[in-house]
């Protein structure tokens, strides 16, 4: 029997990943995807290139569908979402989400999934919007027994990714839980290549020779990435991870490190910076630390200014 399937969330992650799987259902020759974002539009604008159907609402998604994927924003994206979506799903509904929230959020929904007779699925992913265009993200999957994940992985991989990291069944918030791990990464080794850049750049080897060494020993990593978007400054209007979003992650990452009872110096630190550059110069891309790094030490945000 084939399983009507939703997304919710149309943003730069939802967006690719509902077309990957809208173009995997229609091989299976399943219903096609039912979609729904709060700005319907971006729902009716992939129904132009991708076999979907457009939800006219929460409520008409919920009644319909057996399995539904959800990526949104925030927790409190998430929090009116759900609220709006369990009163109306059926009893064995399989709940994907797919969102960055917290472990404790998570665990709290499924705790009332499980009471309506739904199945939640905590199953975030690493990577950009560029990697979620490609189908080249990791899949980080918790909840959901054997029977349940056999009908939910398919639409997983290699669809969306092509690696999945399976974690227990009973906890959905490991998934979330490892999540914060792998930005917690992201995060320092940003925060680490802009002190570096700056180091570099301050010292008066010049940023572009520590972005040409950082190539040659460390050759197609993060670290050359971060290192071309601060080299050329690109951070203000190619906006990968918004430092609204990164901050985000970083509340929850803090409070993951302060319940575990861990100490996490480097996130304190960019904390601080991204605090500073979004209150002095704007809402860009994360790599826009390095700026605030360059005027503590008395060079220009951009470095524009040369003396």
Do not use: W
């Amino acid at each position: 029997m084939s399983l009507q399937c939703a997304y919710i969330g149309l943003g730069a992650m939802g967006n690719a990943m509902a077309g990957h799987i809208a173009n995997k259902l229609a091989s299976l020759h399943y219903p096609p995807l039912l979609a729904y974002n709060r700005t319907q539009s971006r729902a009716e604008d992939l129904k132009k290139t991708h076999p979907i159907q457009v939800a006219s609402s929460l409520e008409q998604l919920a009644s319909s569908s057996d399995l539904i994927f959800c990526c949104l924003l925030n927790d409190s994206a998430v929090t009116q979402t759900l609220d709006t979506l369990l009163p109306h799903l059926k009893s064995g509904t399989i709940l994907i989400e797919q969102s960055t929230i917290s472990p404790t959020l998570a665990q709290t929904y499924a705790k009332k999934a499980l009471e309506k007779g739904v199945i939640y699925l905590a199953c975030p992913v690493m990577g950009p919007p560029i990697k979620a265009a490609s189908g080249d993200l990791t899949v980080l999957l918790a909840g959901g027994n054997s029977e349940v994940r056999a009908k939910v992985i398919p639409l997983l991989i290699p669809v969306i990714g092509k690696k999945l990291i399976e974690l227990g069944e009973e906890d959905v918030g490991e998934s979330l839980r490892l999540k914060l791990c792998g930005n917690y990464f992201i995060t320092s080794v940003v925060e680490m290549v802009a002190e570096g850049m700056t180091l570099g750049e301050a010292s008066g080897v010049g940023q572009d020779k520590v972005k040409e060494l950082l190539d040659a020993v460390f050759p197609n990593t993060l670290l050359g990435v971060y290192a071309g978007r601060m080299l050329n400054n690109t951070y203000k209007d190619q906006i990968a991870f918004p430092i609204t979003t990164a901050q985000k992650d970083l509340k929850h990452i803090m409070q993951l490190a302060k319940d575990s009872g861990a100490s996490l110096p480097i996130t304190d630190i960019f904390f601080q910076n991204t605090e500073k550059v979004l209150k002095d110069h704007g809402n860009y891309d994360l790599t826009s630390v390095v700026g605030n790094l360059r005027e503590k030490a008395g060079l220009d945000f951009d470095l524009k200014k040369k003396d």
